[in-house]
């Protein structure tokens, strides 16, 4: 990386430079530089409507940029040791449907972990591609699936020779990492592309104690929502192509296709501007946040009743890494289960992150301070402090059913369907992927045979108050199906 390059904020200085020529605006948006804003747009974002400003071929065009964007995009790509990265102003859901559609054509096999994110069902809706899955581990004691490792993909490839592509979500949302390595290059022996869903590791480059990234593990393209875990706004994320990647320019047409044609400017330079952050700072910044991190579990694991997993996760022999930045706090030592302690907490003011099971994942990041972890710390101990210490008994998080596919997502989607009650839909093919949000990983996914253990899935989840997304009914007494 060249560091002094790093200083620089292409875009951020290519839009403040634009509005300070104050051009009267005859050009979308409407409300012409807040001007005819509502009140409370001007009252919430003041100033920064000036710089709202989305389709402006004088500052460059993110879907052939030949200016600041592309500057911009290089520094991020030098940064993270990519051939070519990608700004998405709609997450890392259009990166992970840009990278299947980039890679597969209809028809062609994706090999897939069952806890794959419902972007990737969209990517196969999208491009007509067939998921086959392979199995994952399940830790029984922390209740988290530690993903797929190489003898599953191993029985994937040996049962599905002609797959064209495996994806993997690498670190999952607790923080566990698959051995990734081992799997890149087993897959690329085999002549698979693989595909790294890194949602959940922006950060990973800048601490030696975090998984080592998708990127250097030799992945060909991986997808990162900078805005979960490093400081862009909502929404923003990058997409990263290694440098021996072939298909660049088919990730290119396909990032601009599932992206709208006015993109957000605020979002580029946010995406700029975290760039730059996390280059100068960010093994200061990730350095504290991990302390933090660690010192809150460590004092979790001092309270009775609670407790909190850390790098022990990795005596799980498929276990390749673990970032504890993700806190993992299980209640079942006070008889509580993840949706109770989560609104106990909420009571406290304290919010997380997701619940299942037992627990509850509160994500620590370079927002963090002594402040914060103090009140998390506070709220467990007052939780604690008015609840029995009795024996563990989980509330167990039940596996998720394995996927039975019948037909491609693609042609699920296309096929004529009709609604039946959830309670008749056994043996039915879904046209619906049903997932619980978050983490929002199918139950049931287009295409798939809604087996027994997708619905007992479905029901136990929701007798312990969580509710379903997706699913045309909303809180799903129906589901639509294939007709037969
Ligand atoms: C594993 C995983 N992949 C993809 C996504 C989608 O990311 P985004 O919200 O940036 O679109 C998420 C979001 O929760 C996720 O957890």
């Not at 070519?84 to 859901?93: A, H, I, L, P």
């Not at 992970?96 to 196969?124: F, T, Y």
Request: net charge negative; aromatic share 6%; with cysteine.
């Amino acid at each position: 990386m060249d560091r002094e390059n790093q200083h620089k904020v292409p875009f951020v200085d290519a839009l403040e430079d634009y509005c300070r020529c104050h051009m009267v605006p005859f050009h979308t948006p409407g409300h012409k530089l807040g001007c005819g804003a509502s009140v409370y747009q001007k009252e919430l974002f003041g100033s920064a409507l000036d710089r709202d400003l989305g389709l402006m071929y004088a500052l460059d065009d993110l879907f052939r940029p030949e200016g600041p964007l592309r500057e911009a995009m290089q520094l991020a790509a030098d940064l993270y040791g990519a051939g070519r990265t990608f700004f998405s102003v709609n997450g890392t859901t259009a990166c992970v449907e840009a990278m299947i559609l980039a890679v597969c054509r209809r028809g062609d096999e994706i090999i897939l972990p069952r806890e794959a994110h419902r972007s990737v069902m969209n990517g196969l809706v999208l491009s007509g591609a067939v998921p086959v899955y392979m199995e994952s581990r399940f830790a029984a004691v922390q209740q988290i699936s530690l993903g797929p490792d190489l003898d599953g993909l191993k029985r994937a490839v040996k049962a599905h020779p002609g797959a064209r592509a495996v994806l993997v979500t690498y670190p999952t949302y607790d923080g566990v990492a698959i051995q990734l390595e081992e799997m890149v290059r087993y897959a690329h022996a085999q002549g698979l592309y693989v595909l790294v869903d890194e949602a959940h590791g922006a950060h990973l480059p800048f601490q030696a104690a975090f998984p080592k990234e998708a990127l250097v593990c030799g992945a060909d393209c991986v997808a990162q929502s900078t805005h979960k875990l490093a400081g862009s706004l909502t929404q923003t994320s990058m997409l990263h192509c290694a440098r021996a990647f072939p298909l660049t320019d088919k990730i290119a047409a396909a990032m601009a296709l599932v992206q709208s044609t006015s993109p957000q400017y605020w979002f580029l330079a946010s995406l700029d501007s975290a760039r730059r952050q996390l280059a100068l700072d960010g093994e200061r910044l990730t350095g504290r946040a991990l302390a933090l991190a660690r010192q809150l579990r460590h004092e979790l694991n001092l309270i009775s009743g609670i407790c909190s997993f850390g790098r022990e996760i990795m005596d799980y022999s498929t276990v390749g890494g673990f970032d504890e930045t993700k806190i993992t706090i299980d209640f079942s030592g006070l008889g509580l289960d993840g949706r109770e302690a989560e609104r106990l907490l909420r009571r406290e003011r304290v919010e997380v992150e997701m619940t299942a099971g037992s627990h509850v994942l509160a994500l620590i990041t370079i927002g963090d301070s002594e402040a914060s972890t103090a009140a998390l710390l506070k709220a467990c101990r007052r939780i604690a402090s008015s609840h029995s210490v009795c024996a563990v008994e989980r509330s167990t998080e039940p596996p998720l059913p394995i996927p039975q596919v019948c037909v491609s997502p693609q042609e699920a989607w296309n096929a004529e369907v009709e609604t039946v009650p959830l309670t008749q839909a056994l043996g039915r093919v879904s046209a619906e992927a049903i997932s619980f949000y978050p983490p929002g990983i199918p139950v049931v996914g287009l295409g798939e045979k809604i087996t027994a253990a997708c619905l007992e899935y479905i029901a136990r989840k929701m007798t312990a108050g969580y509710r379903p997304n997706g699913a045309a009914g909303g809180l799903l007494p129906t589901v639509r199906v294939l007709c037969l």
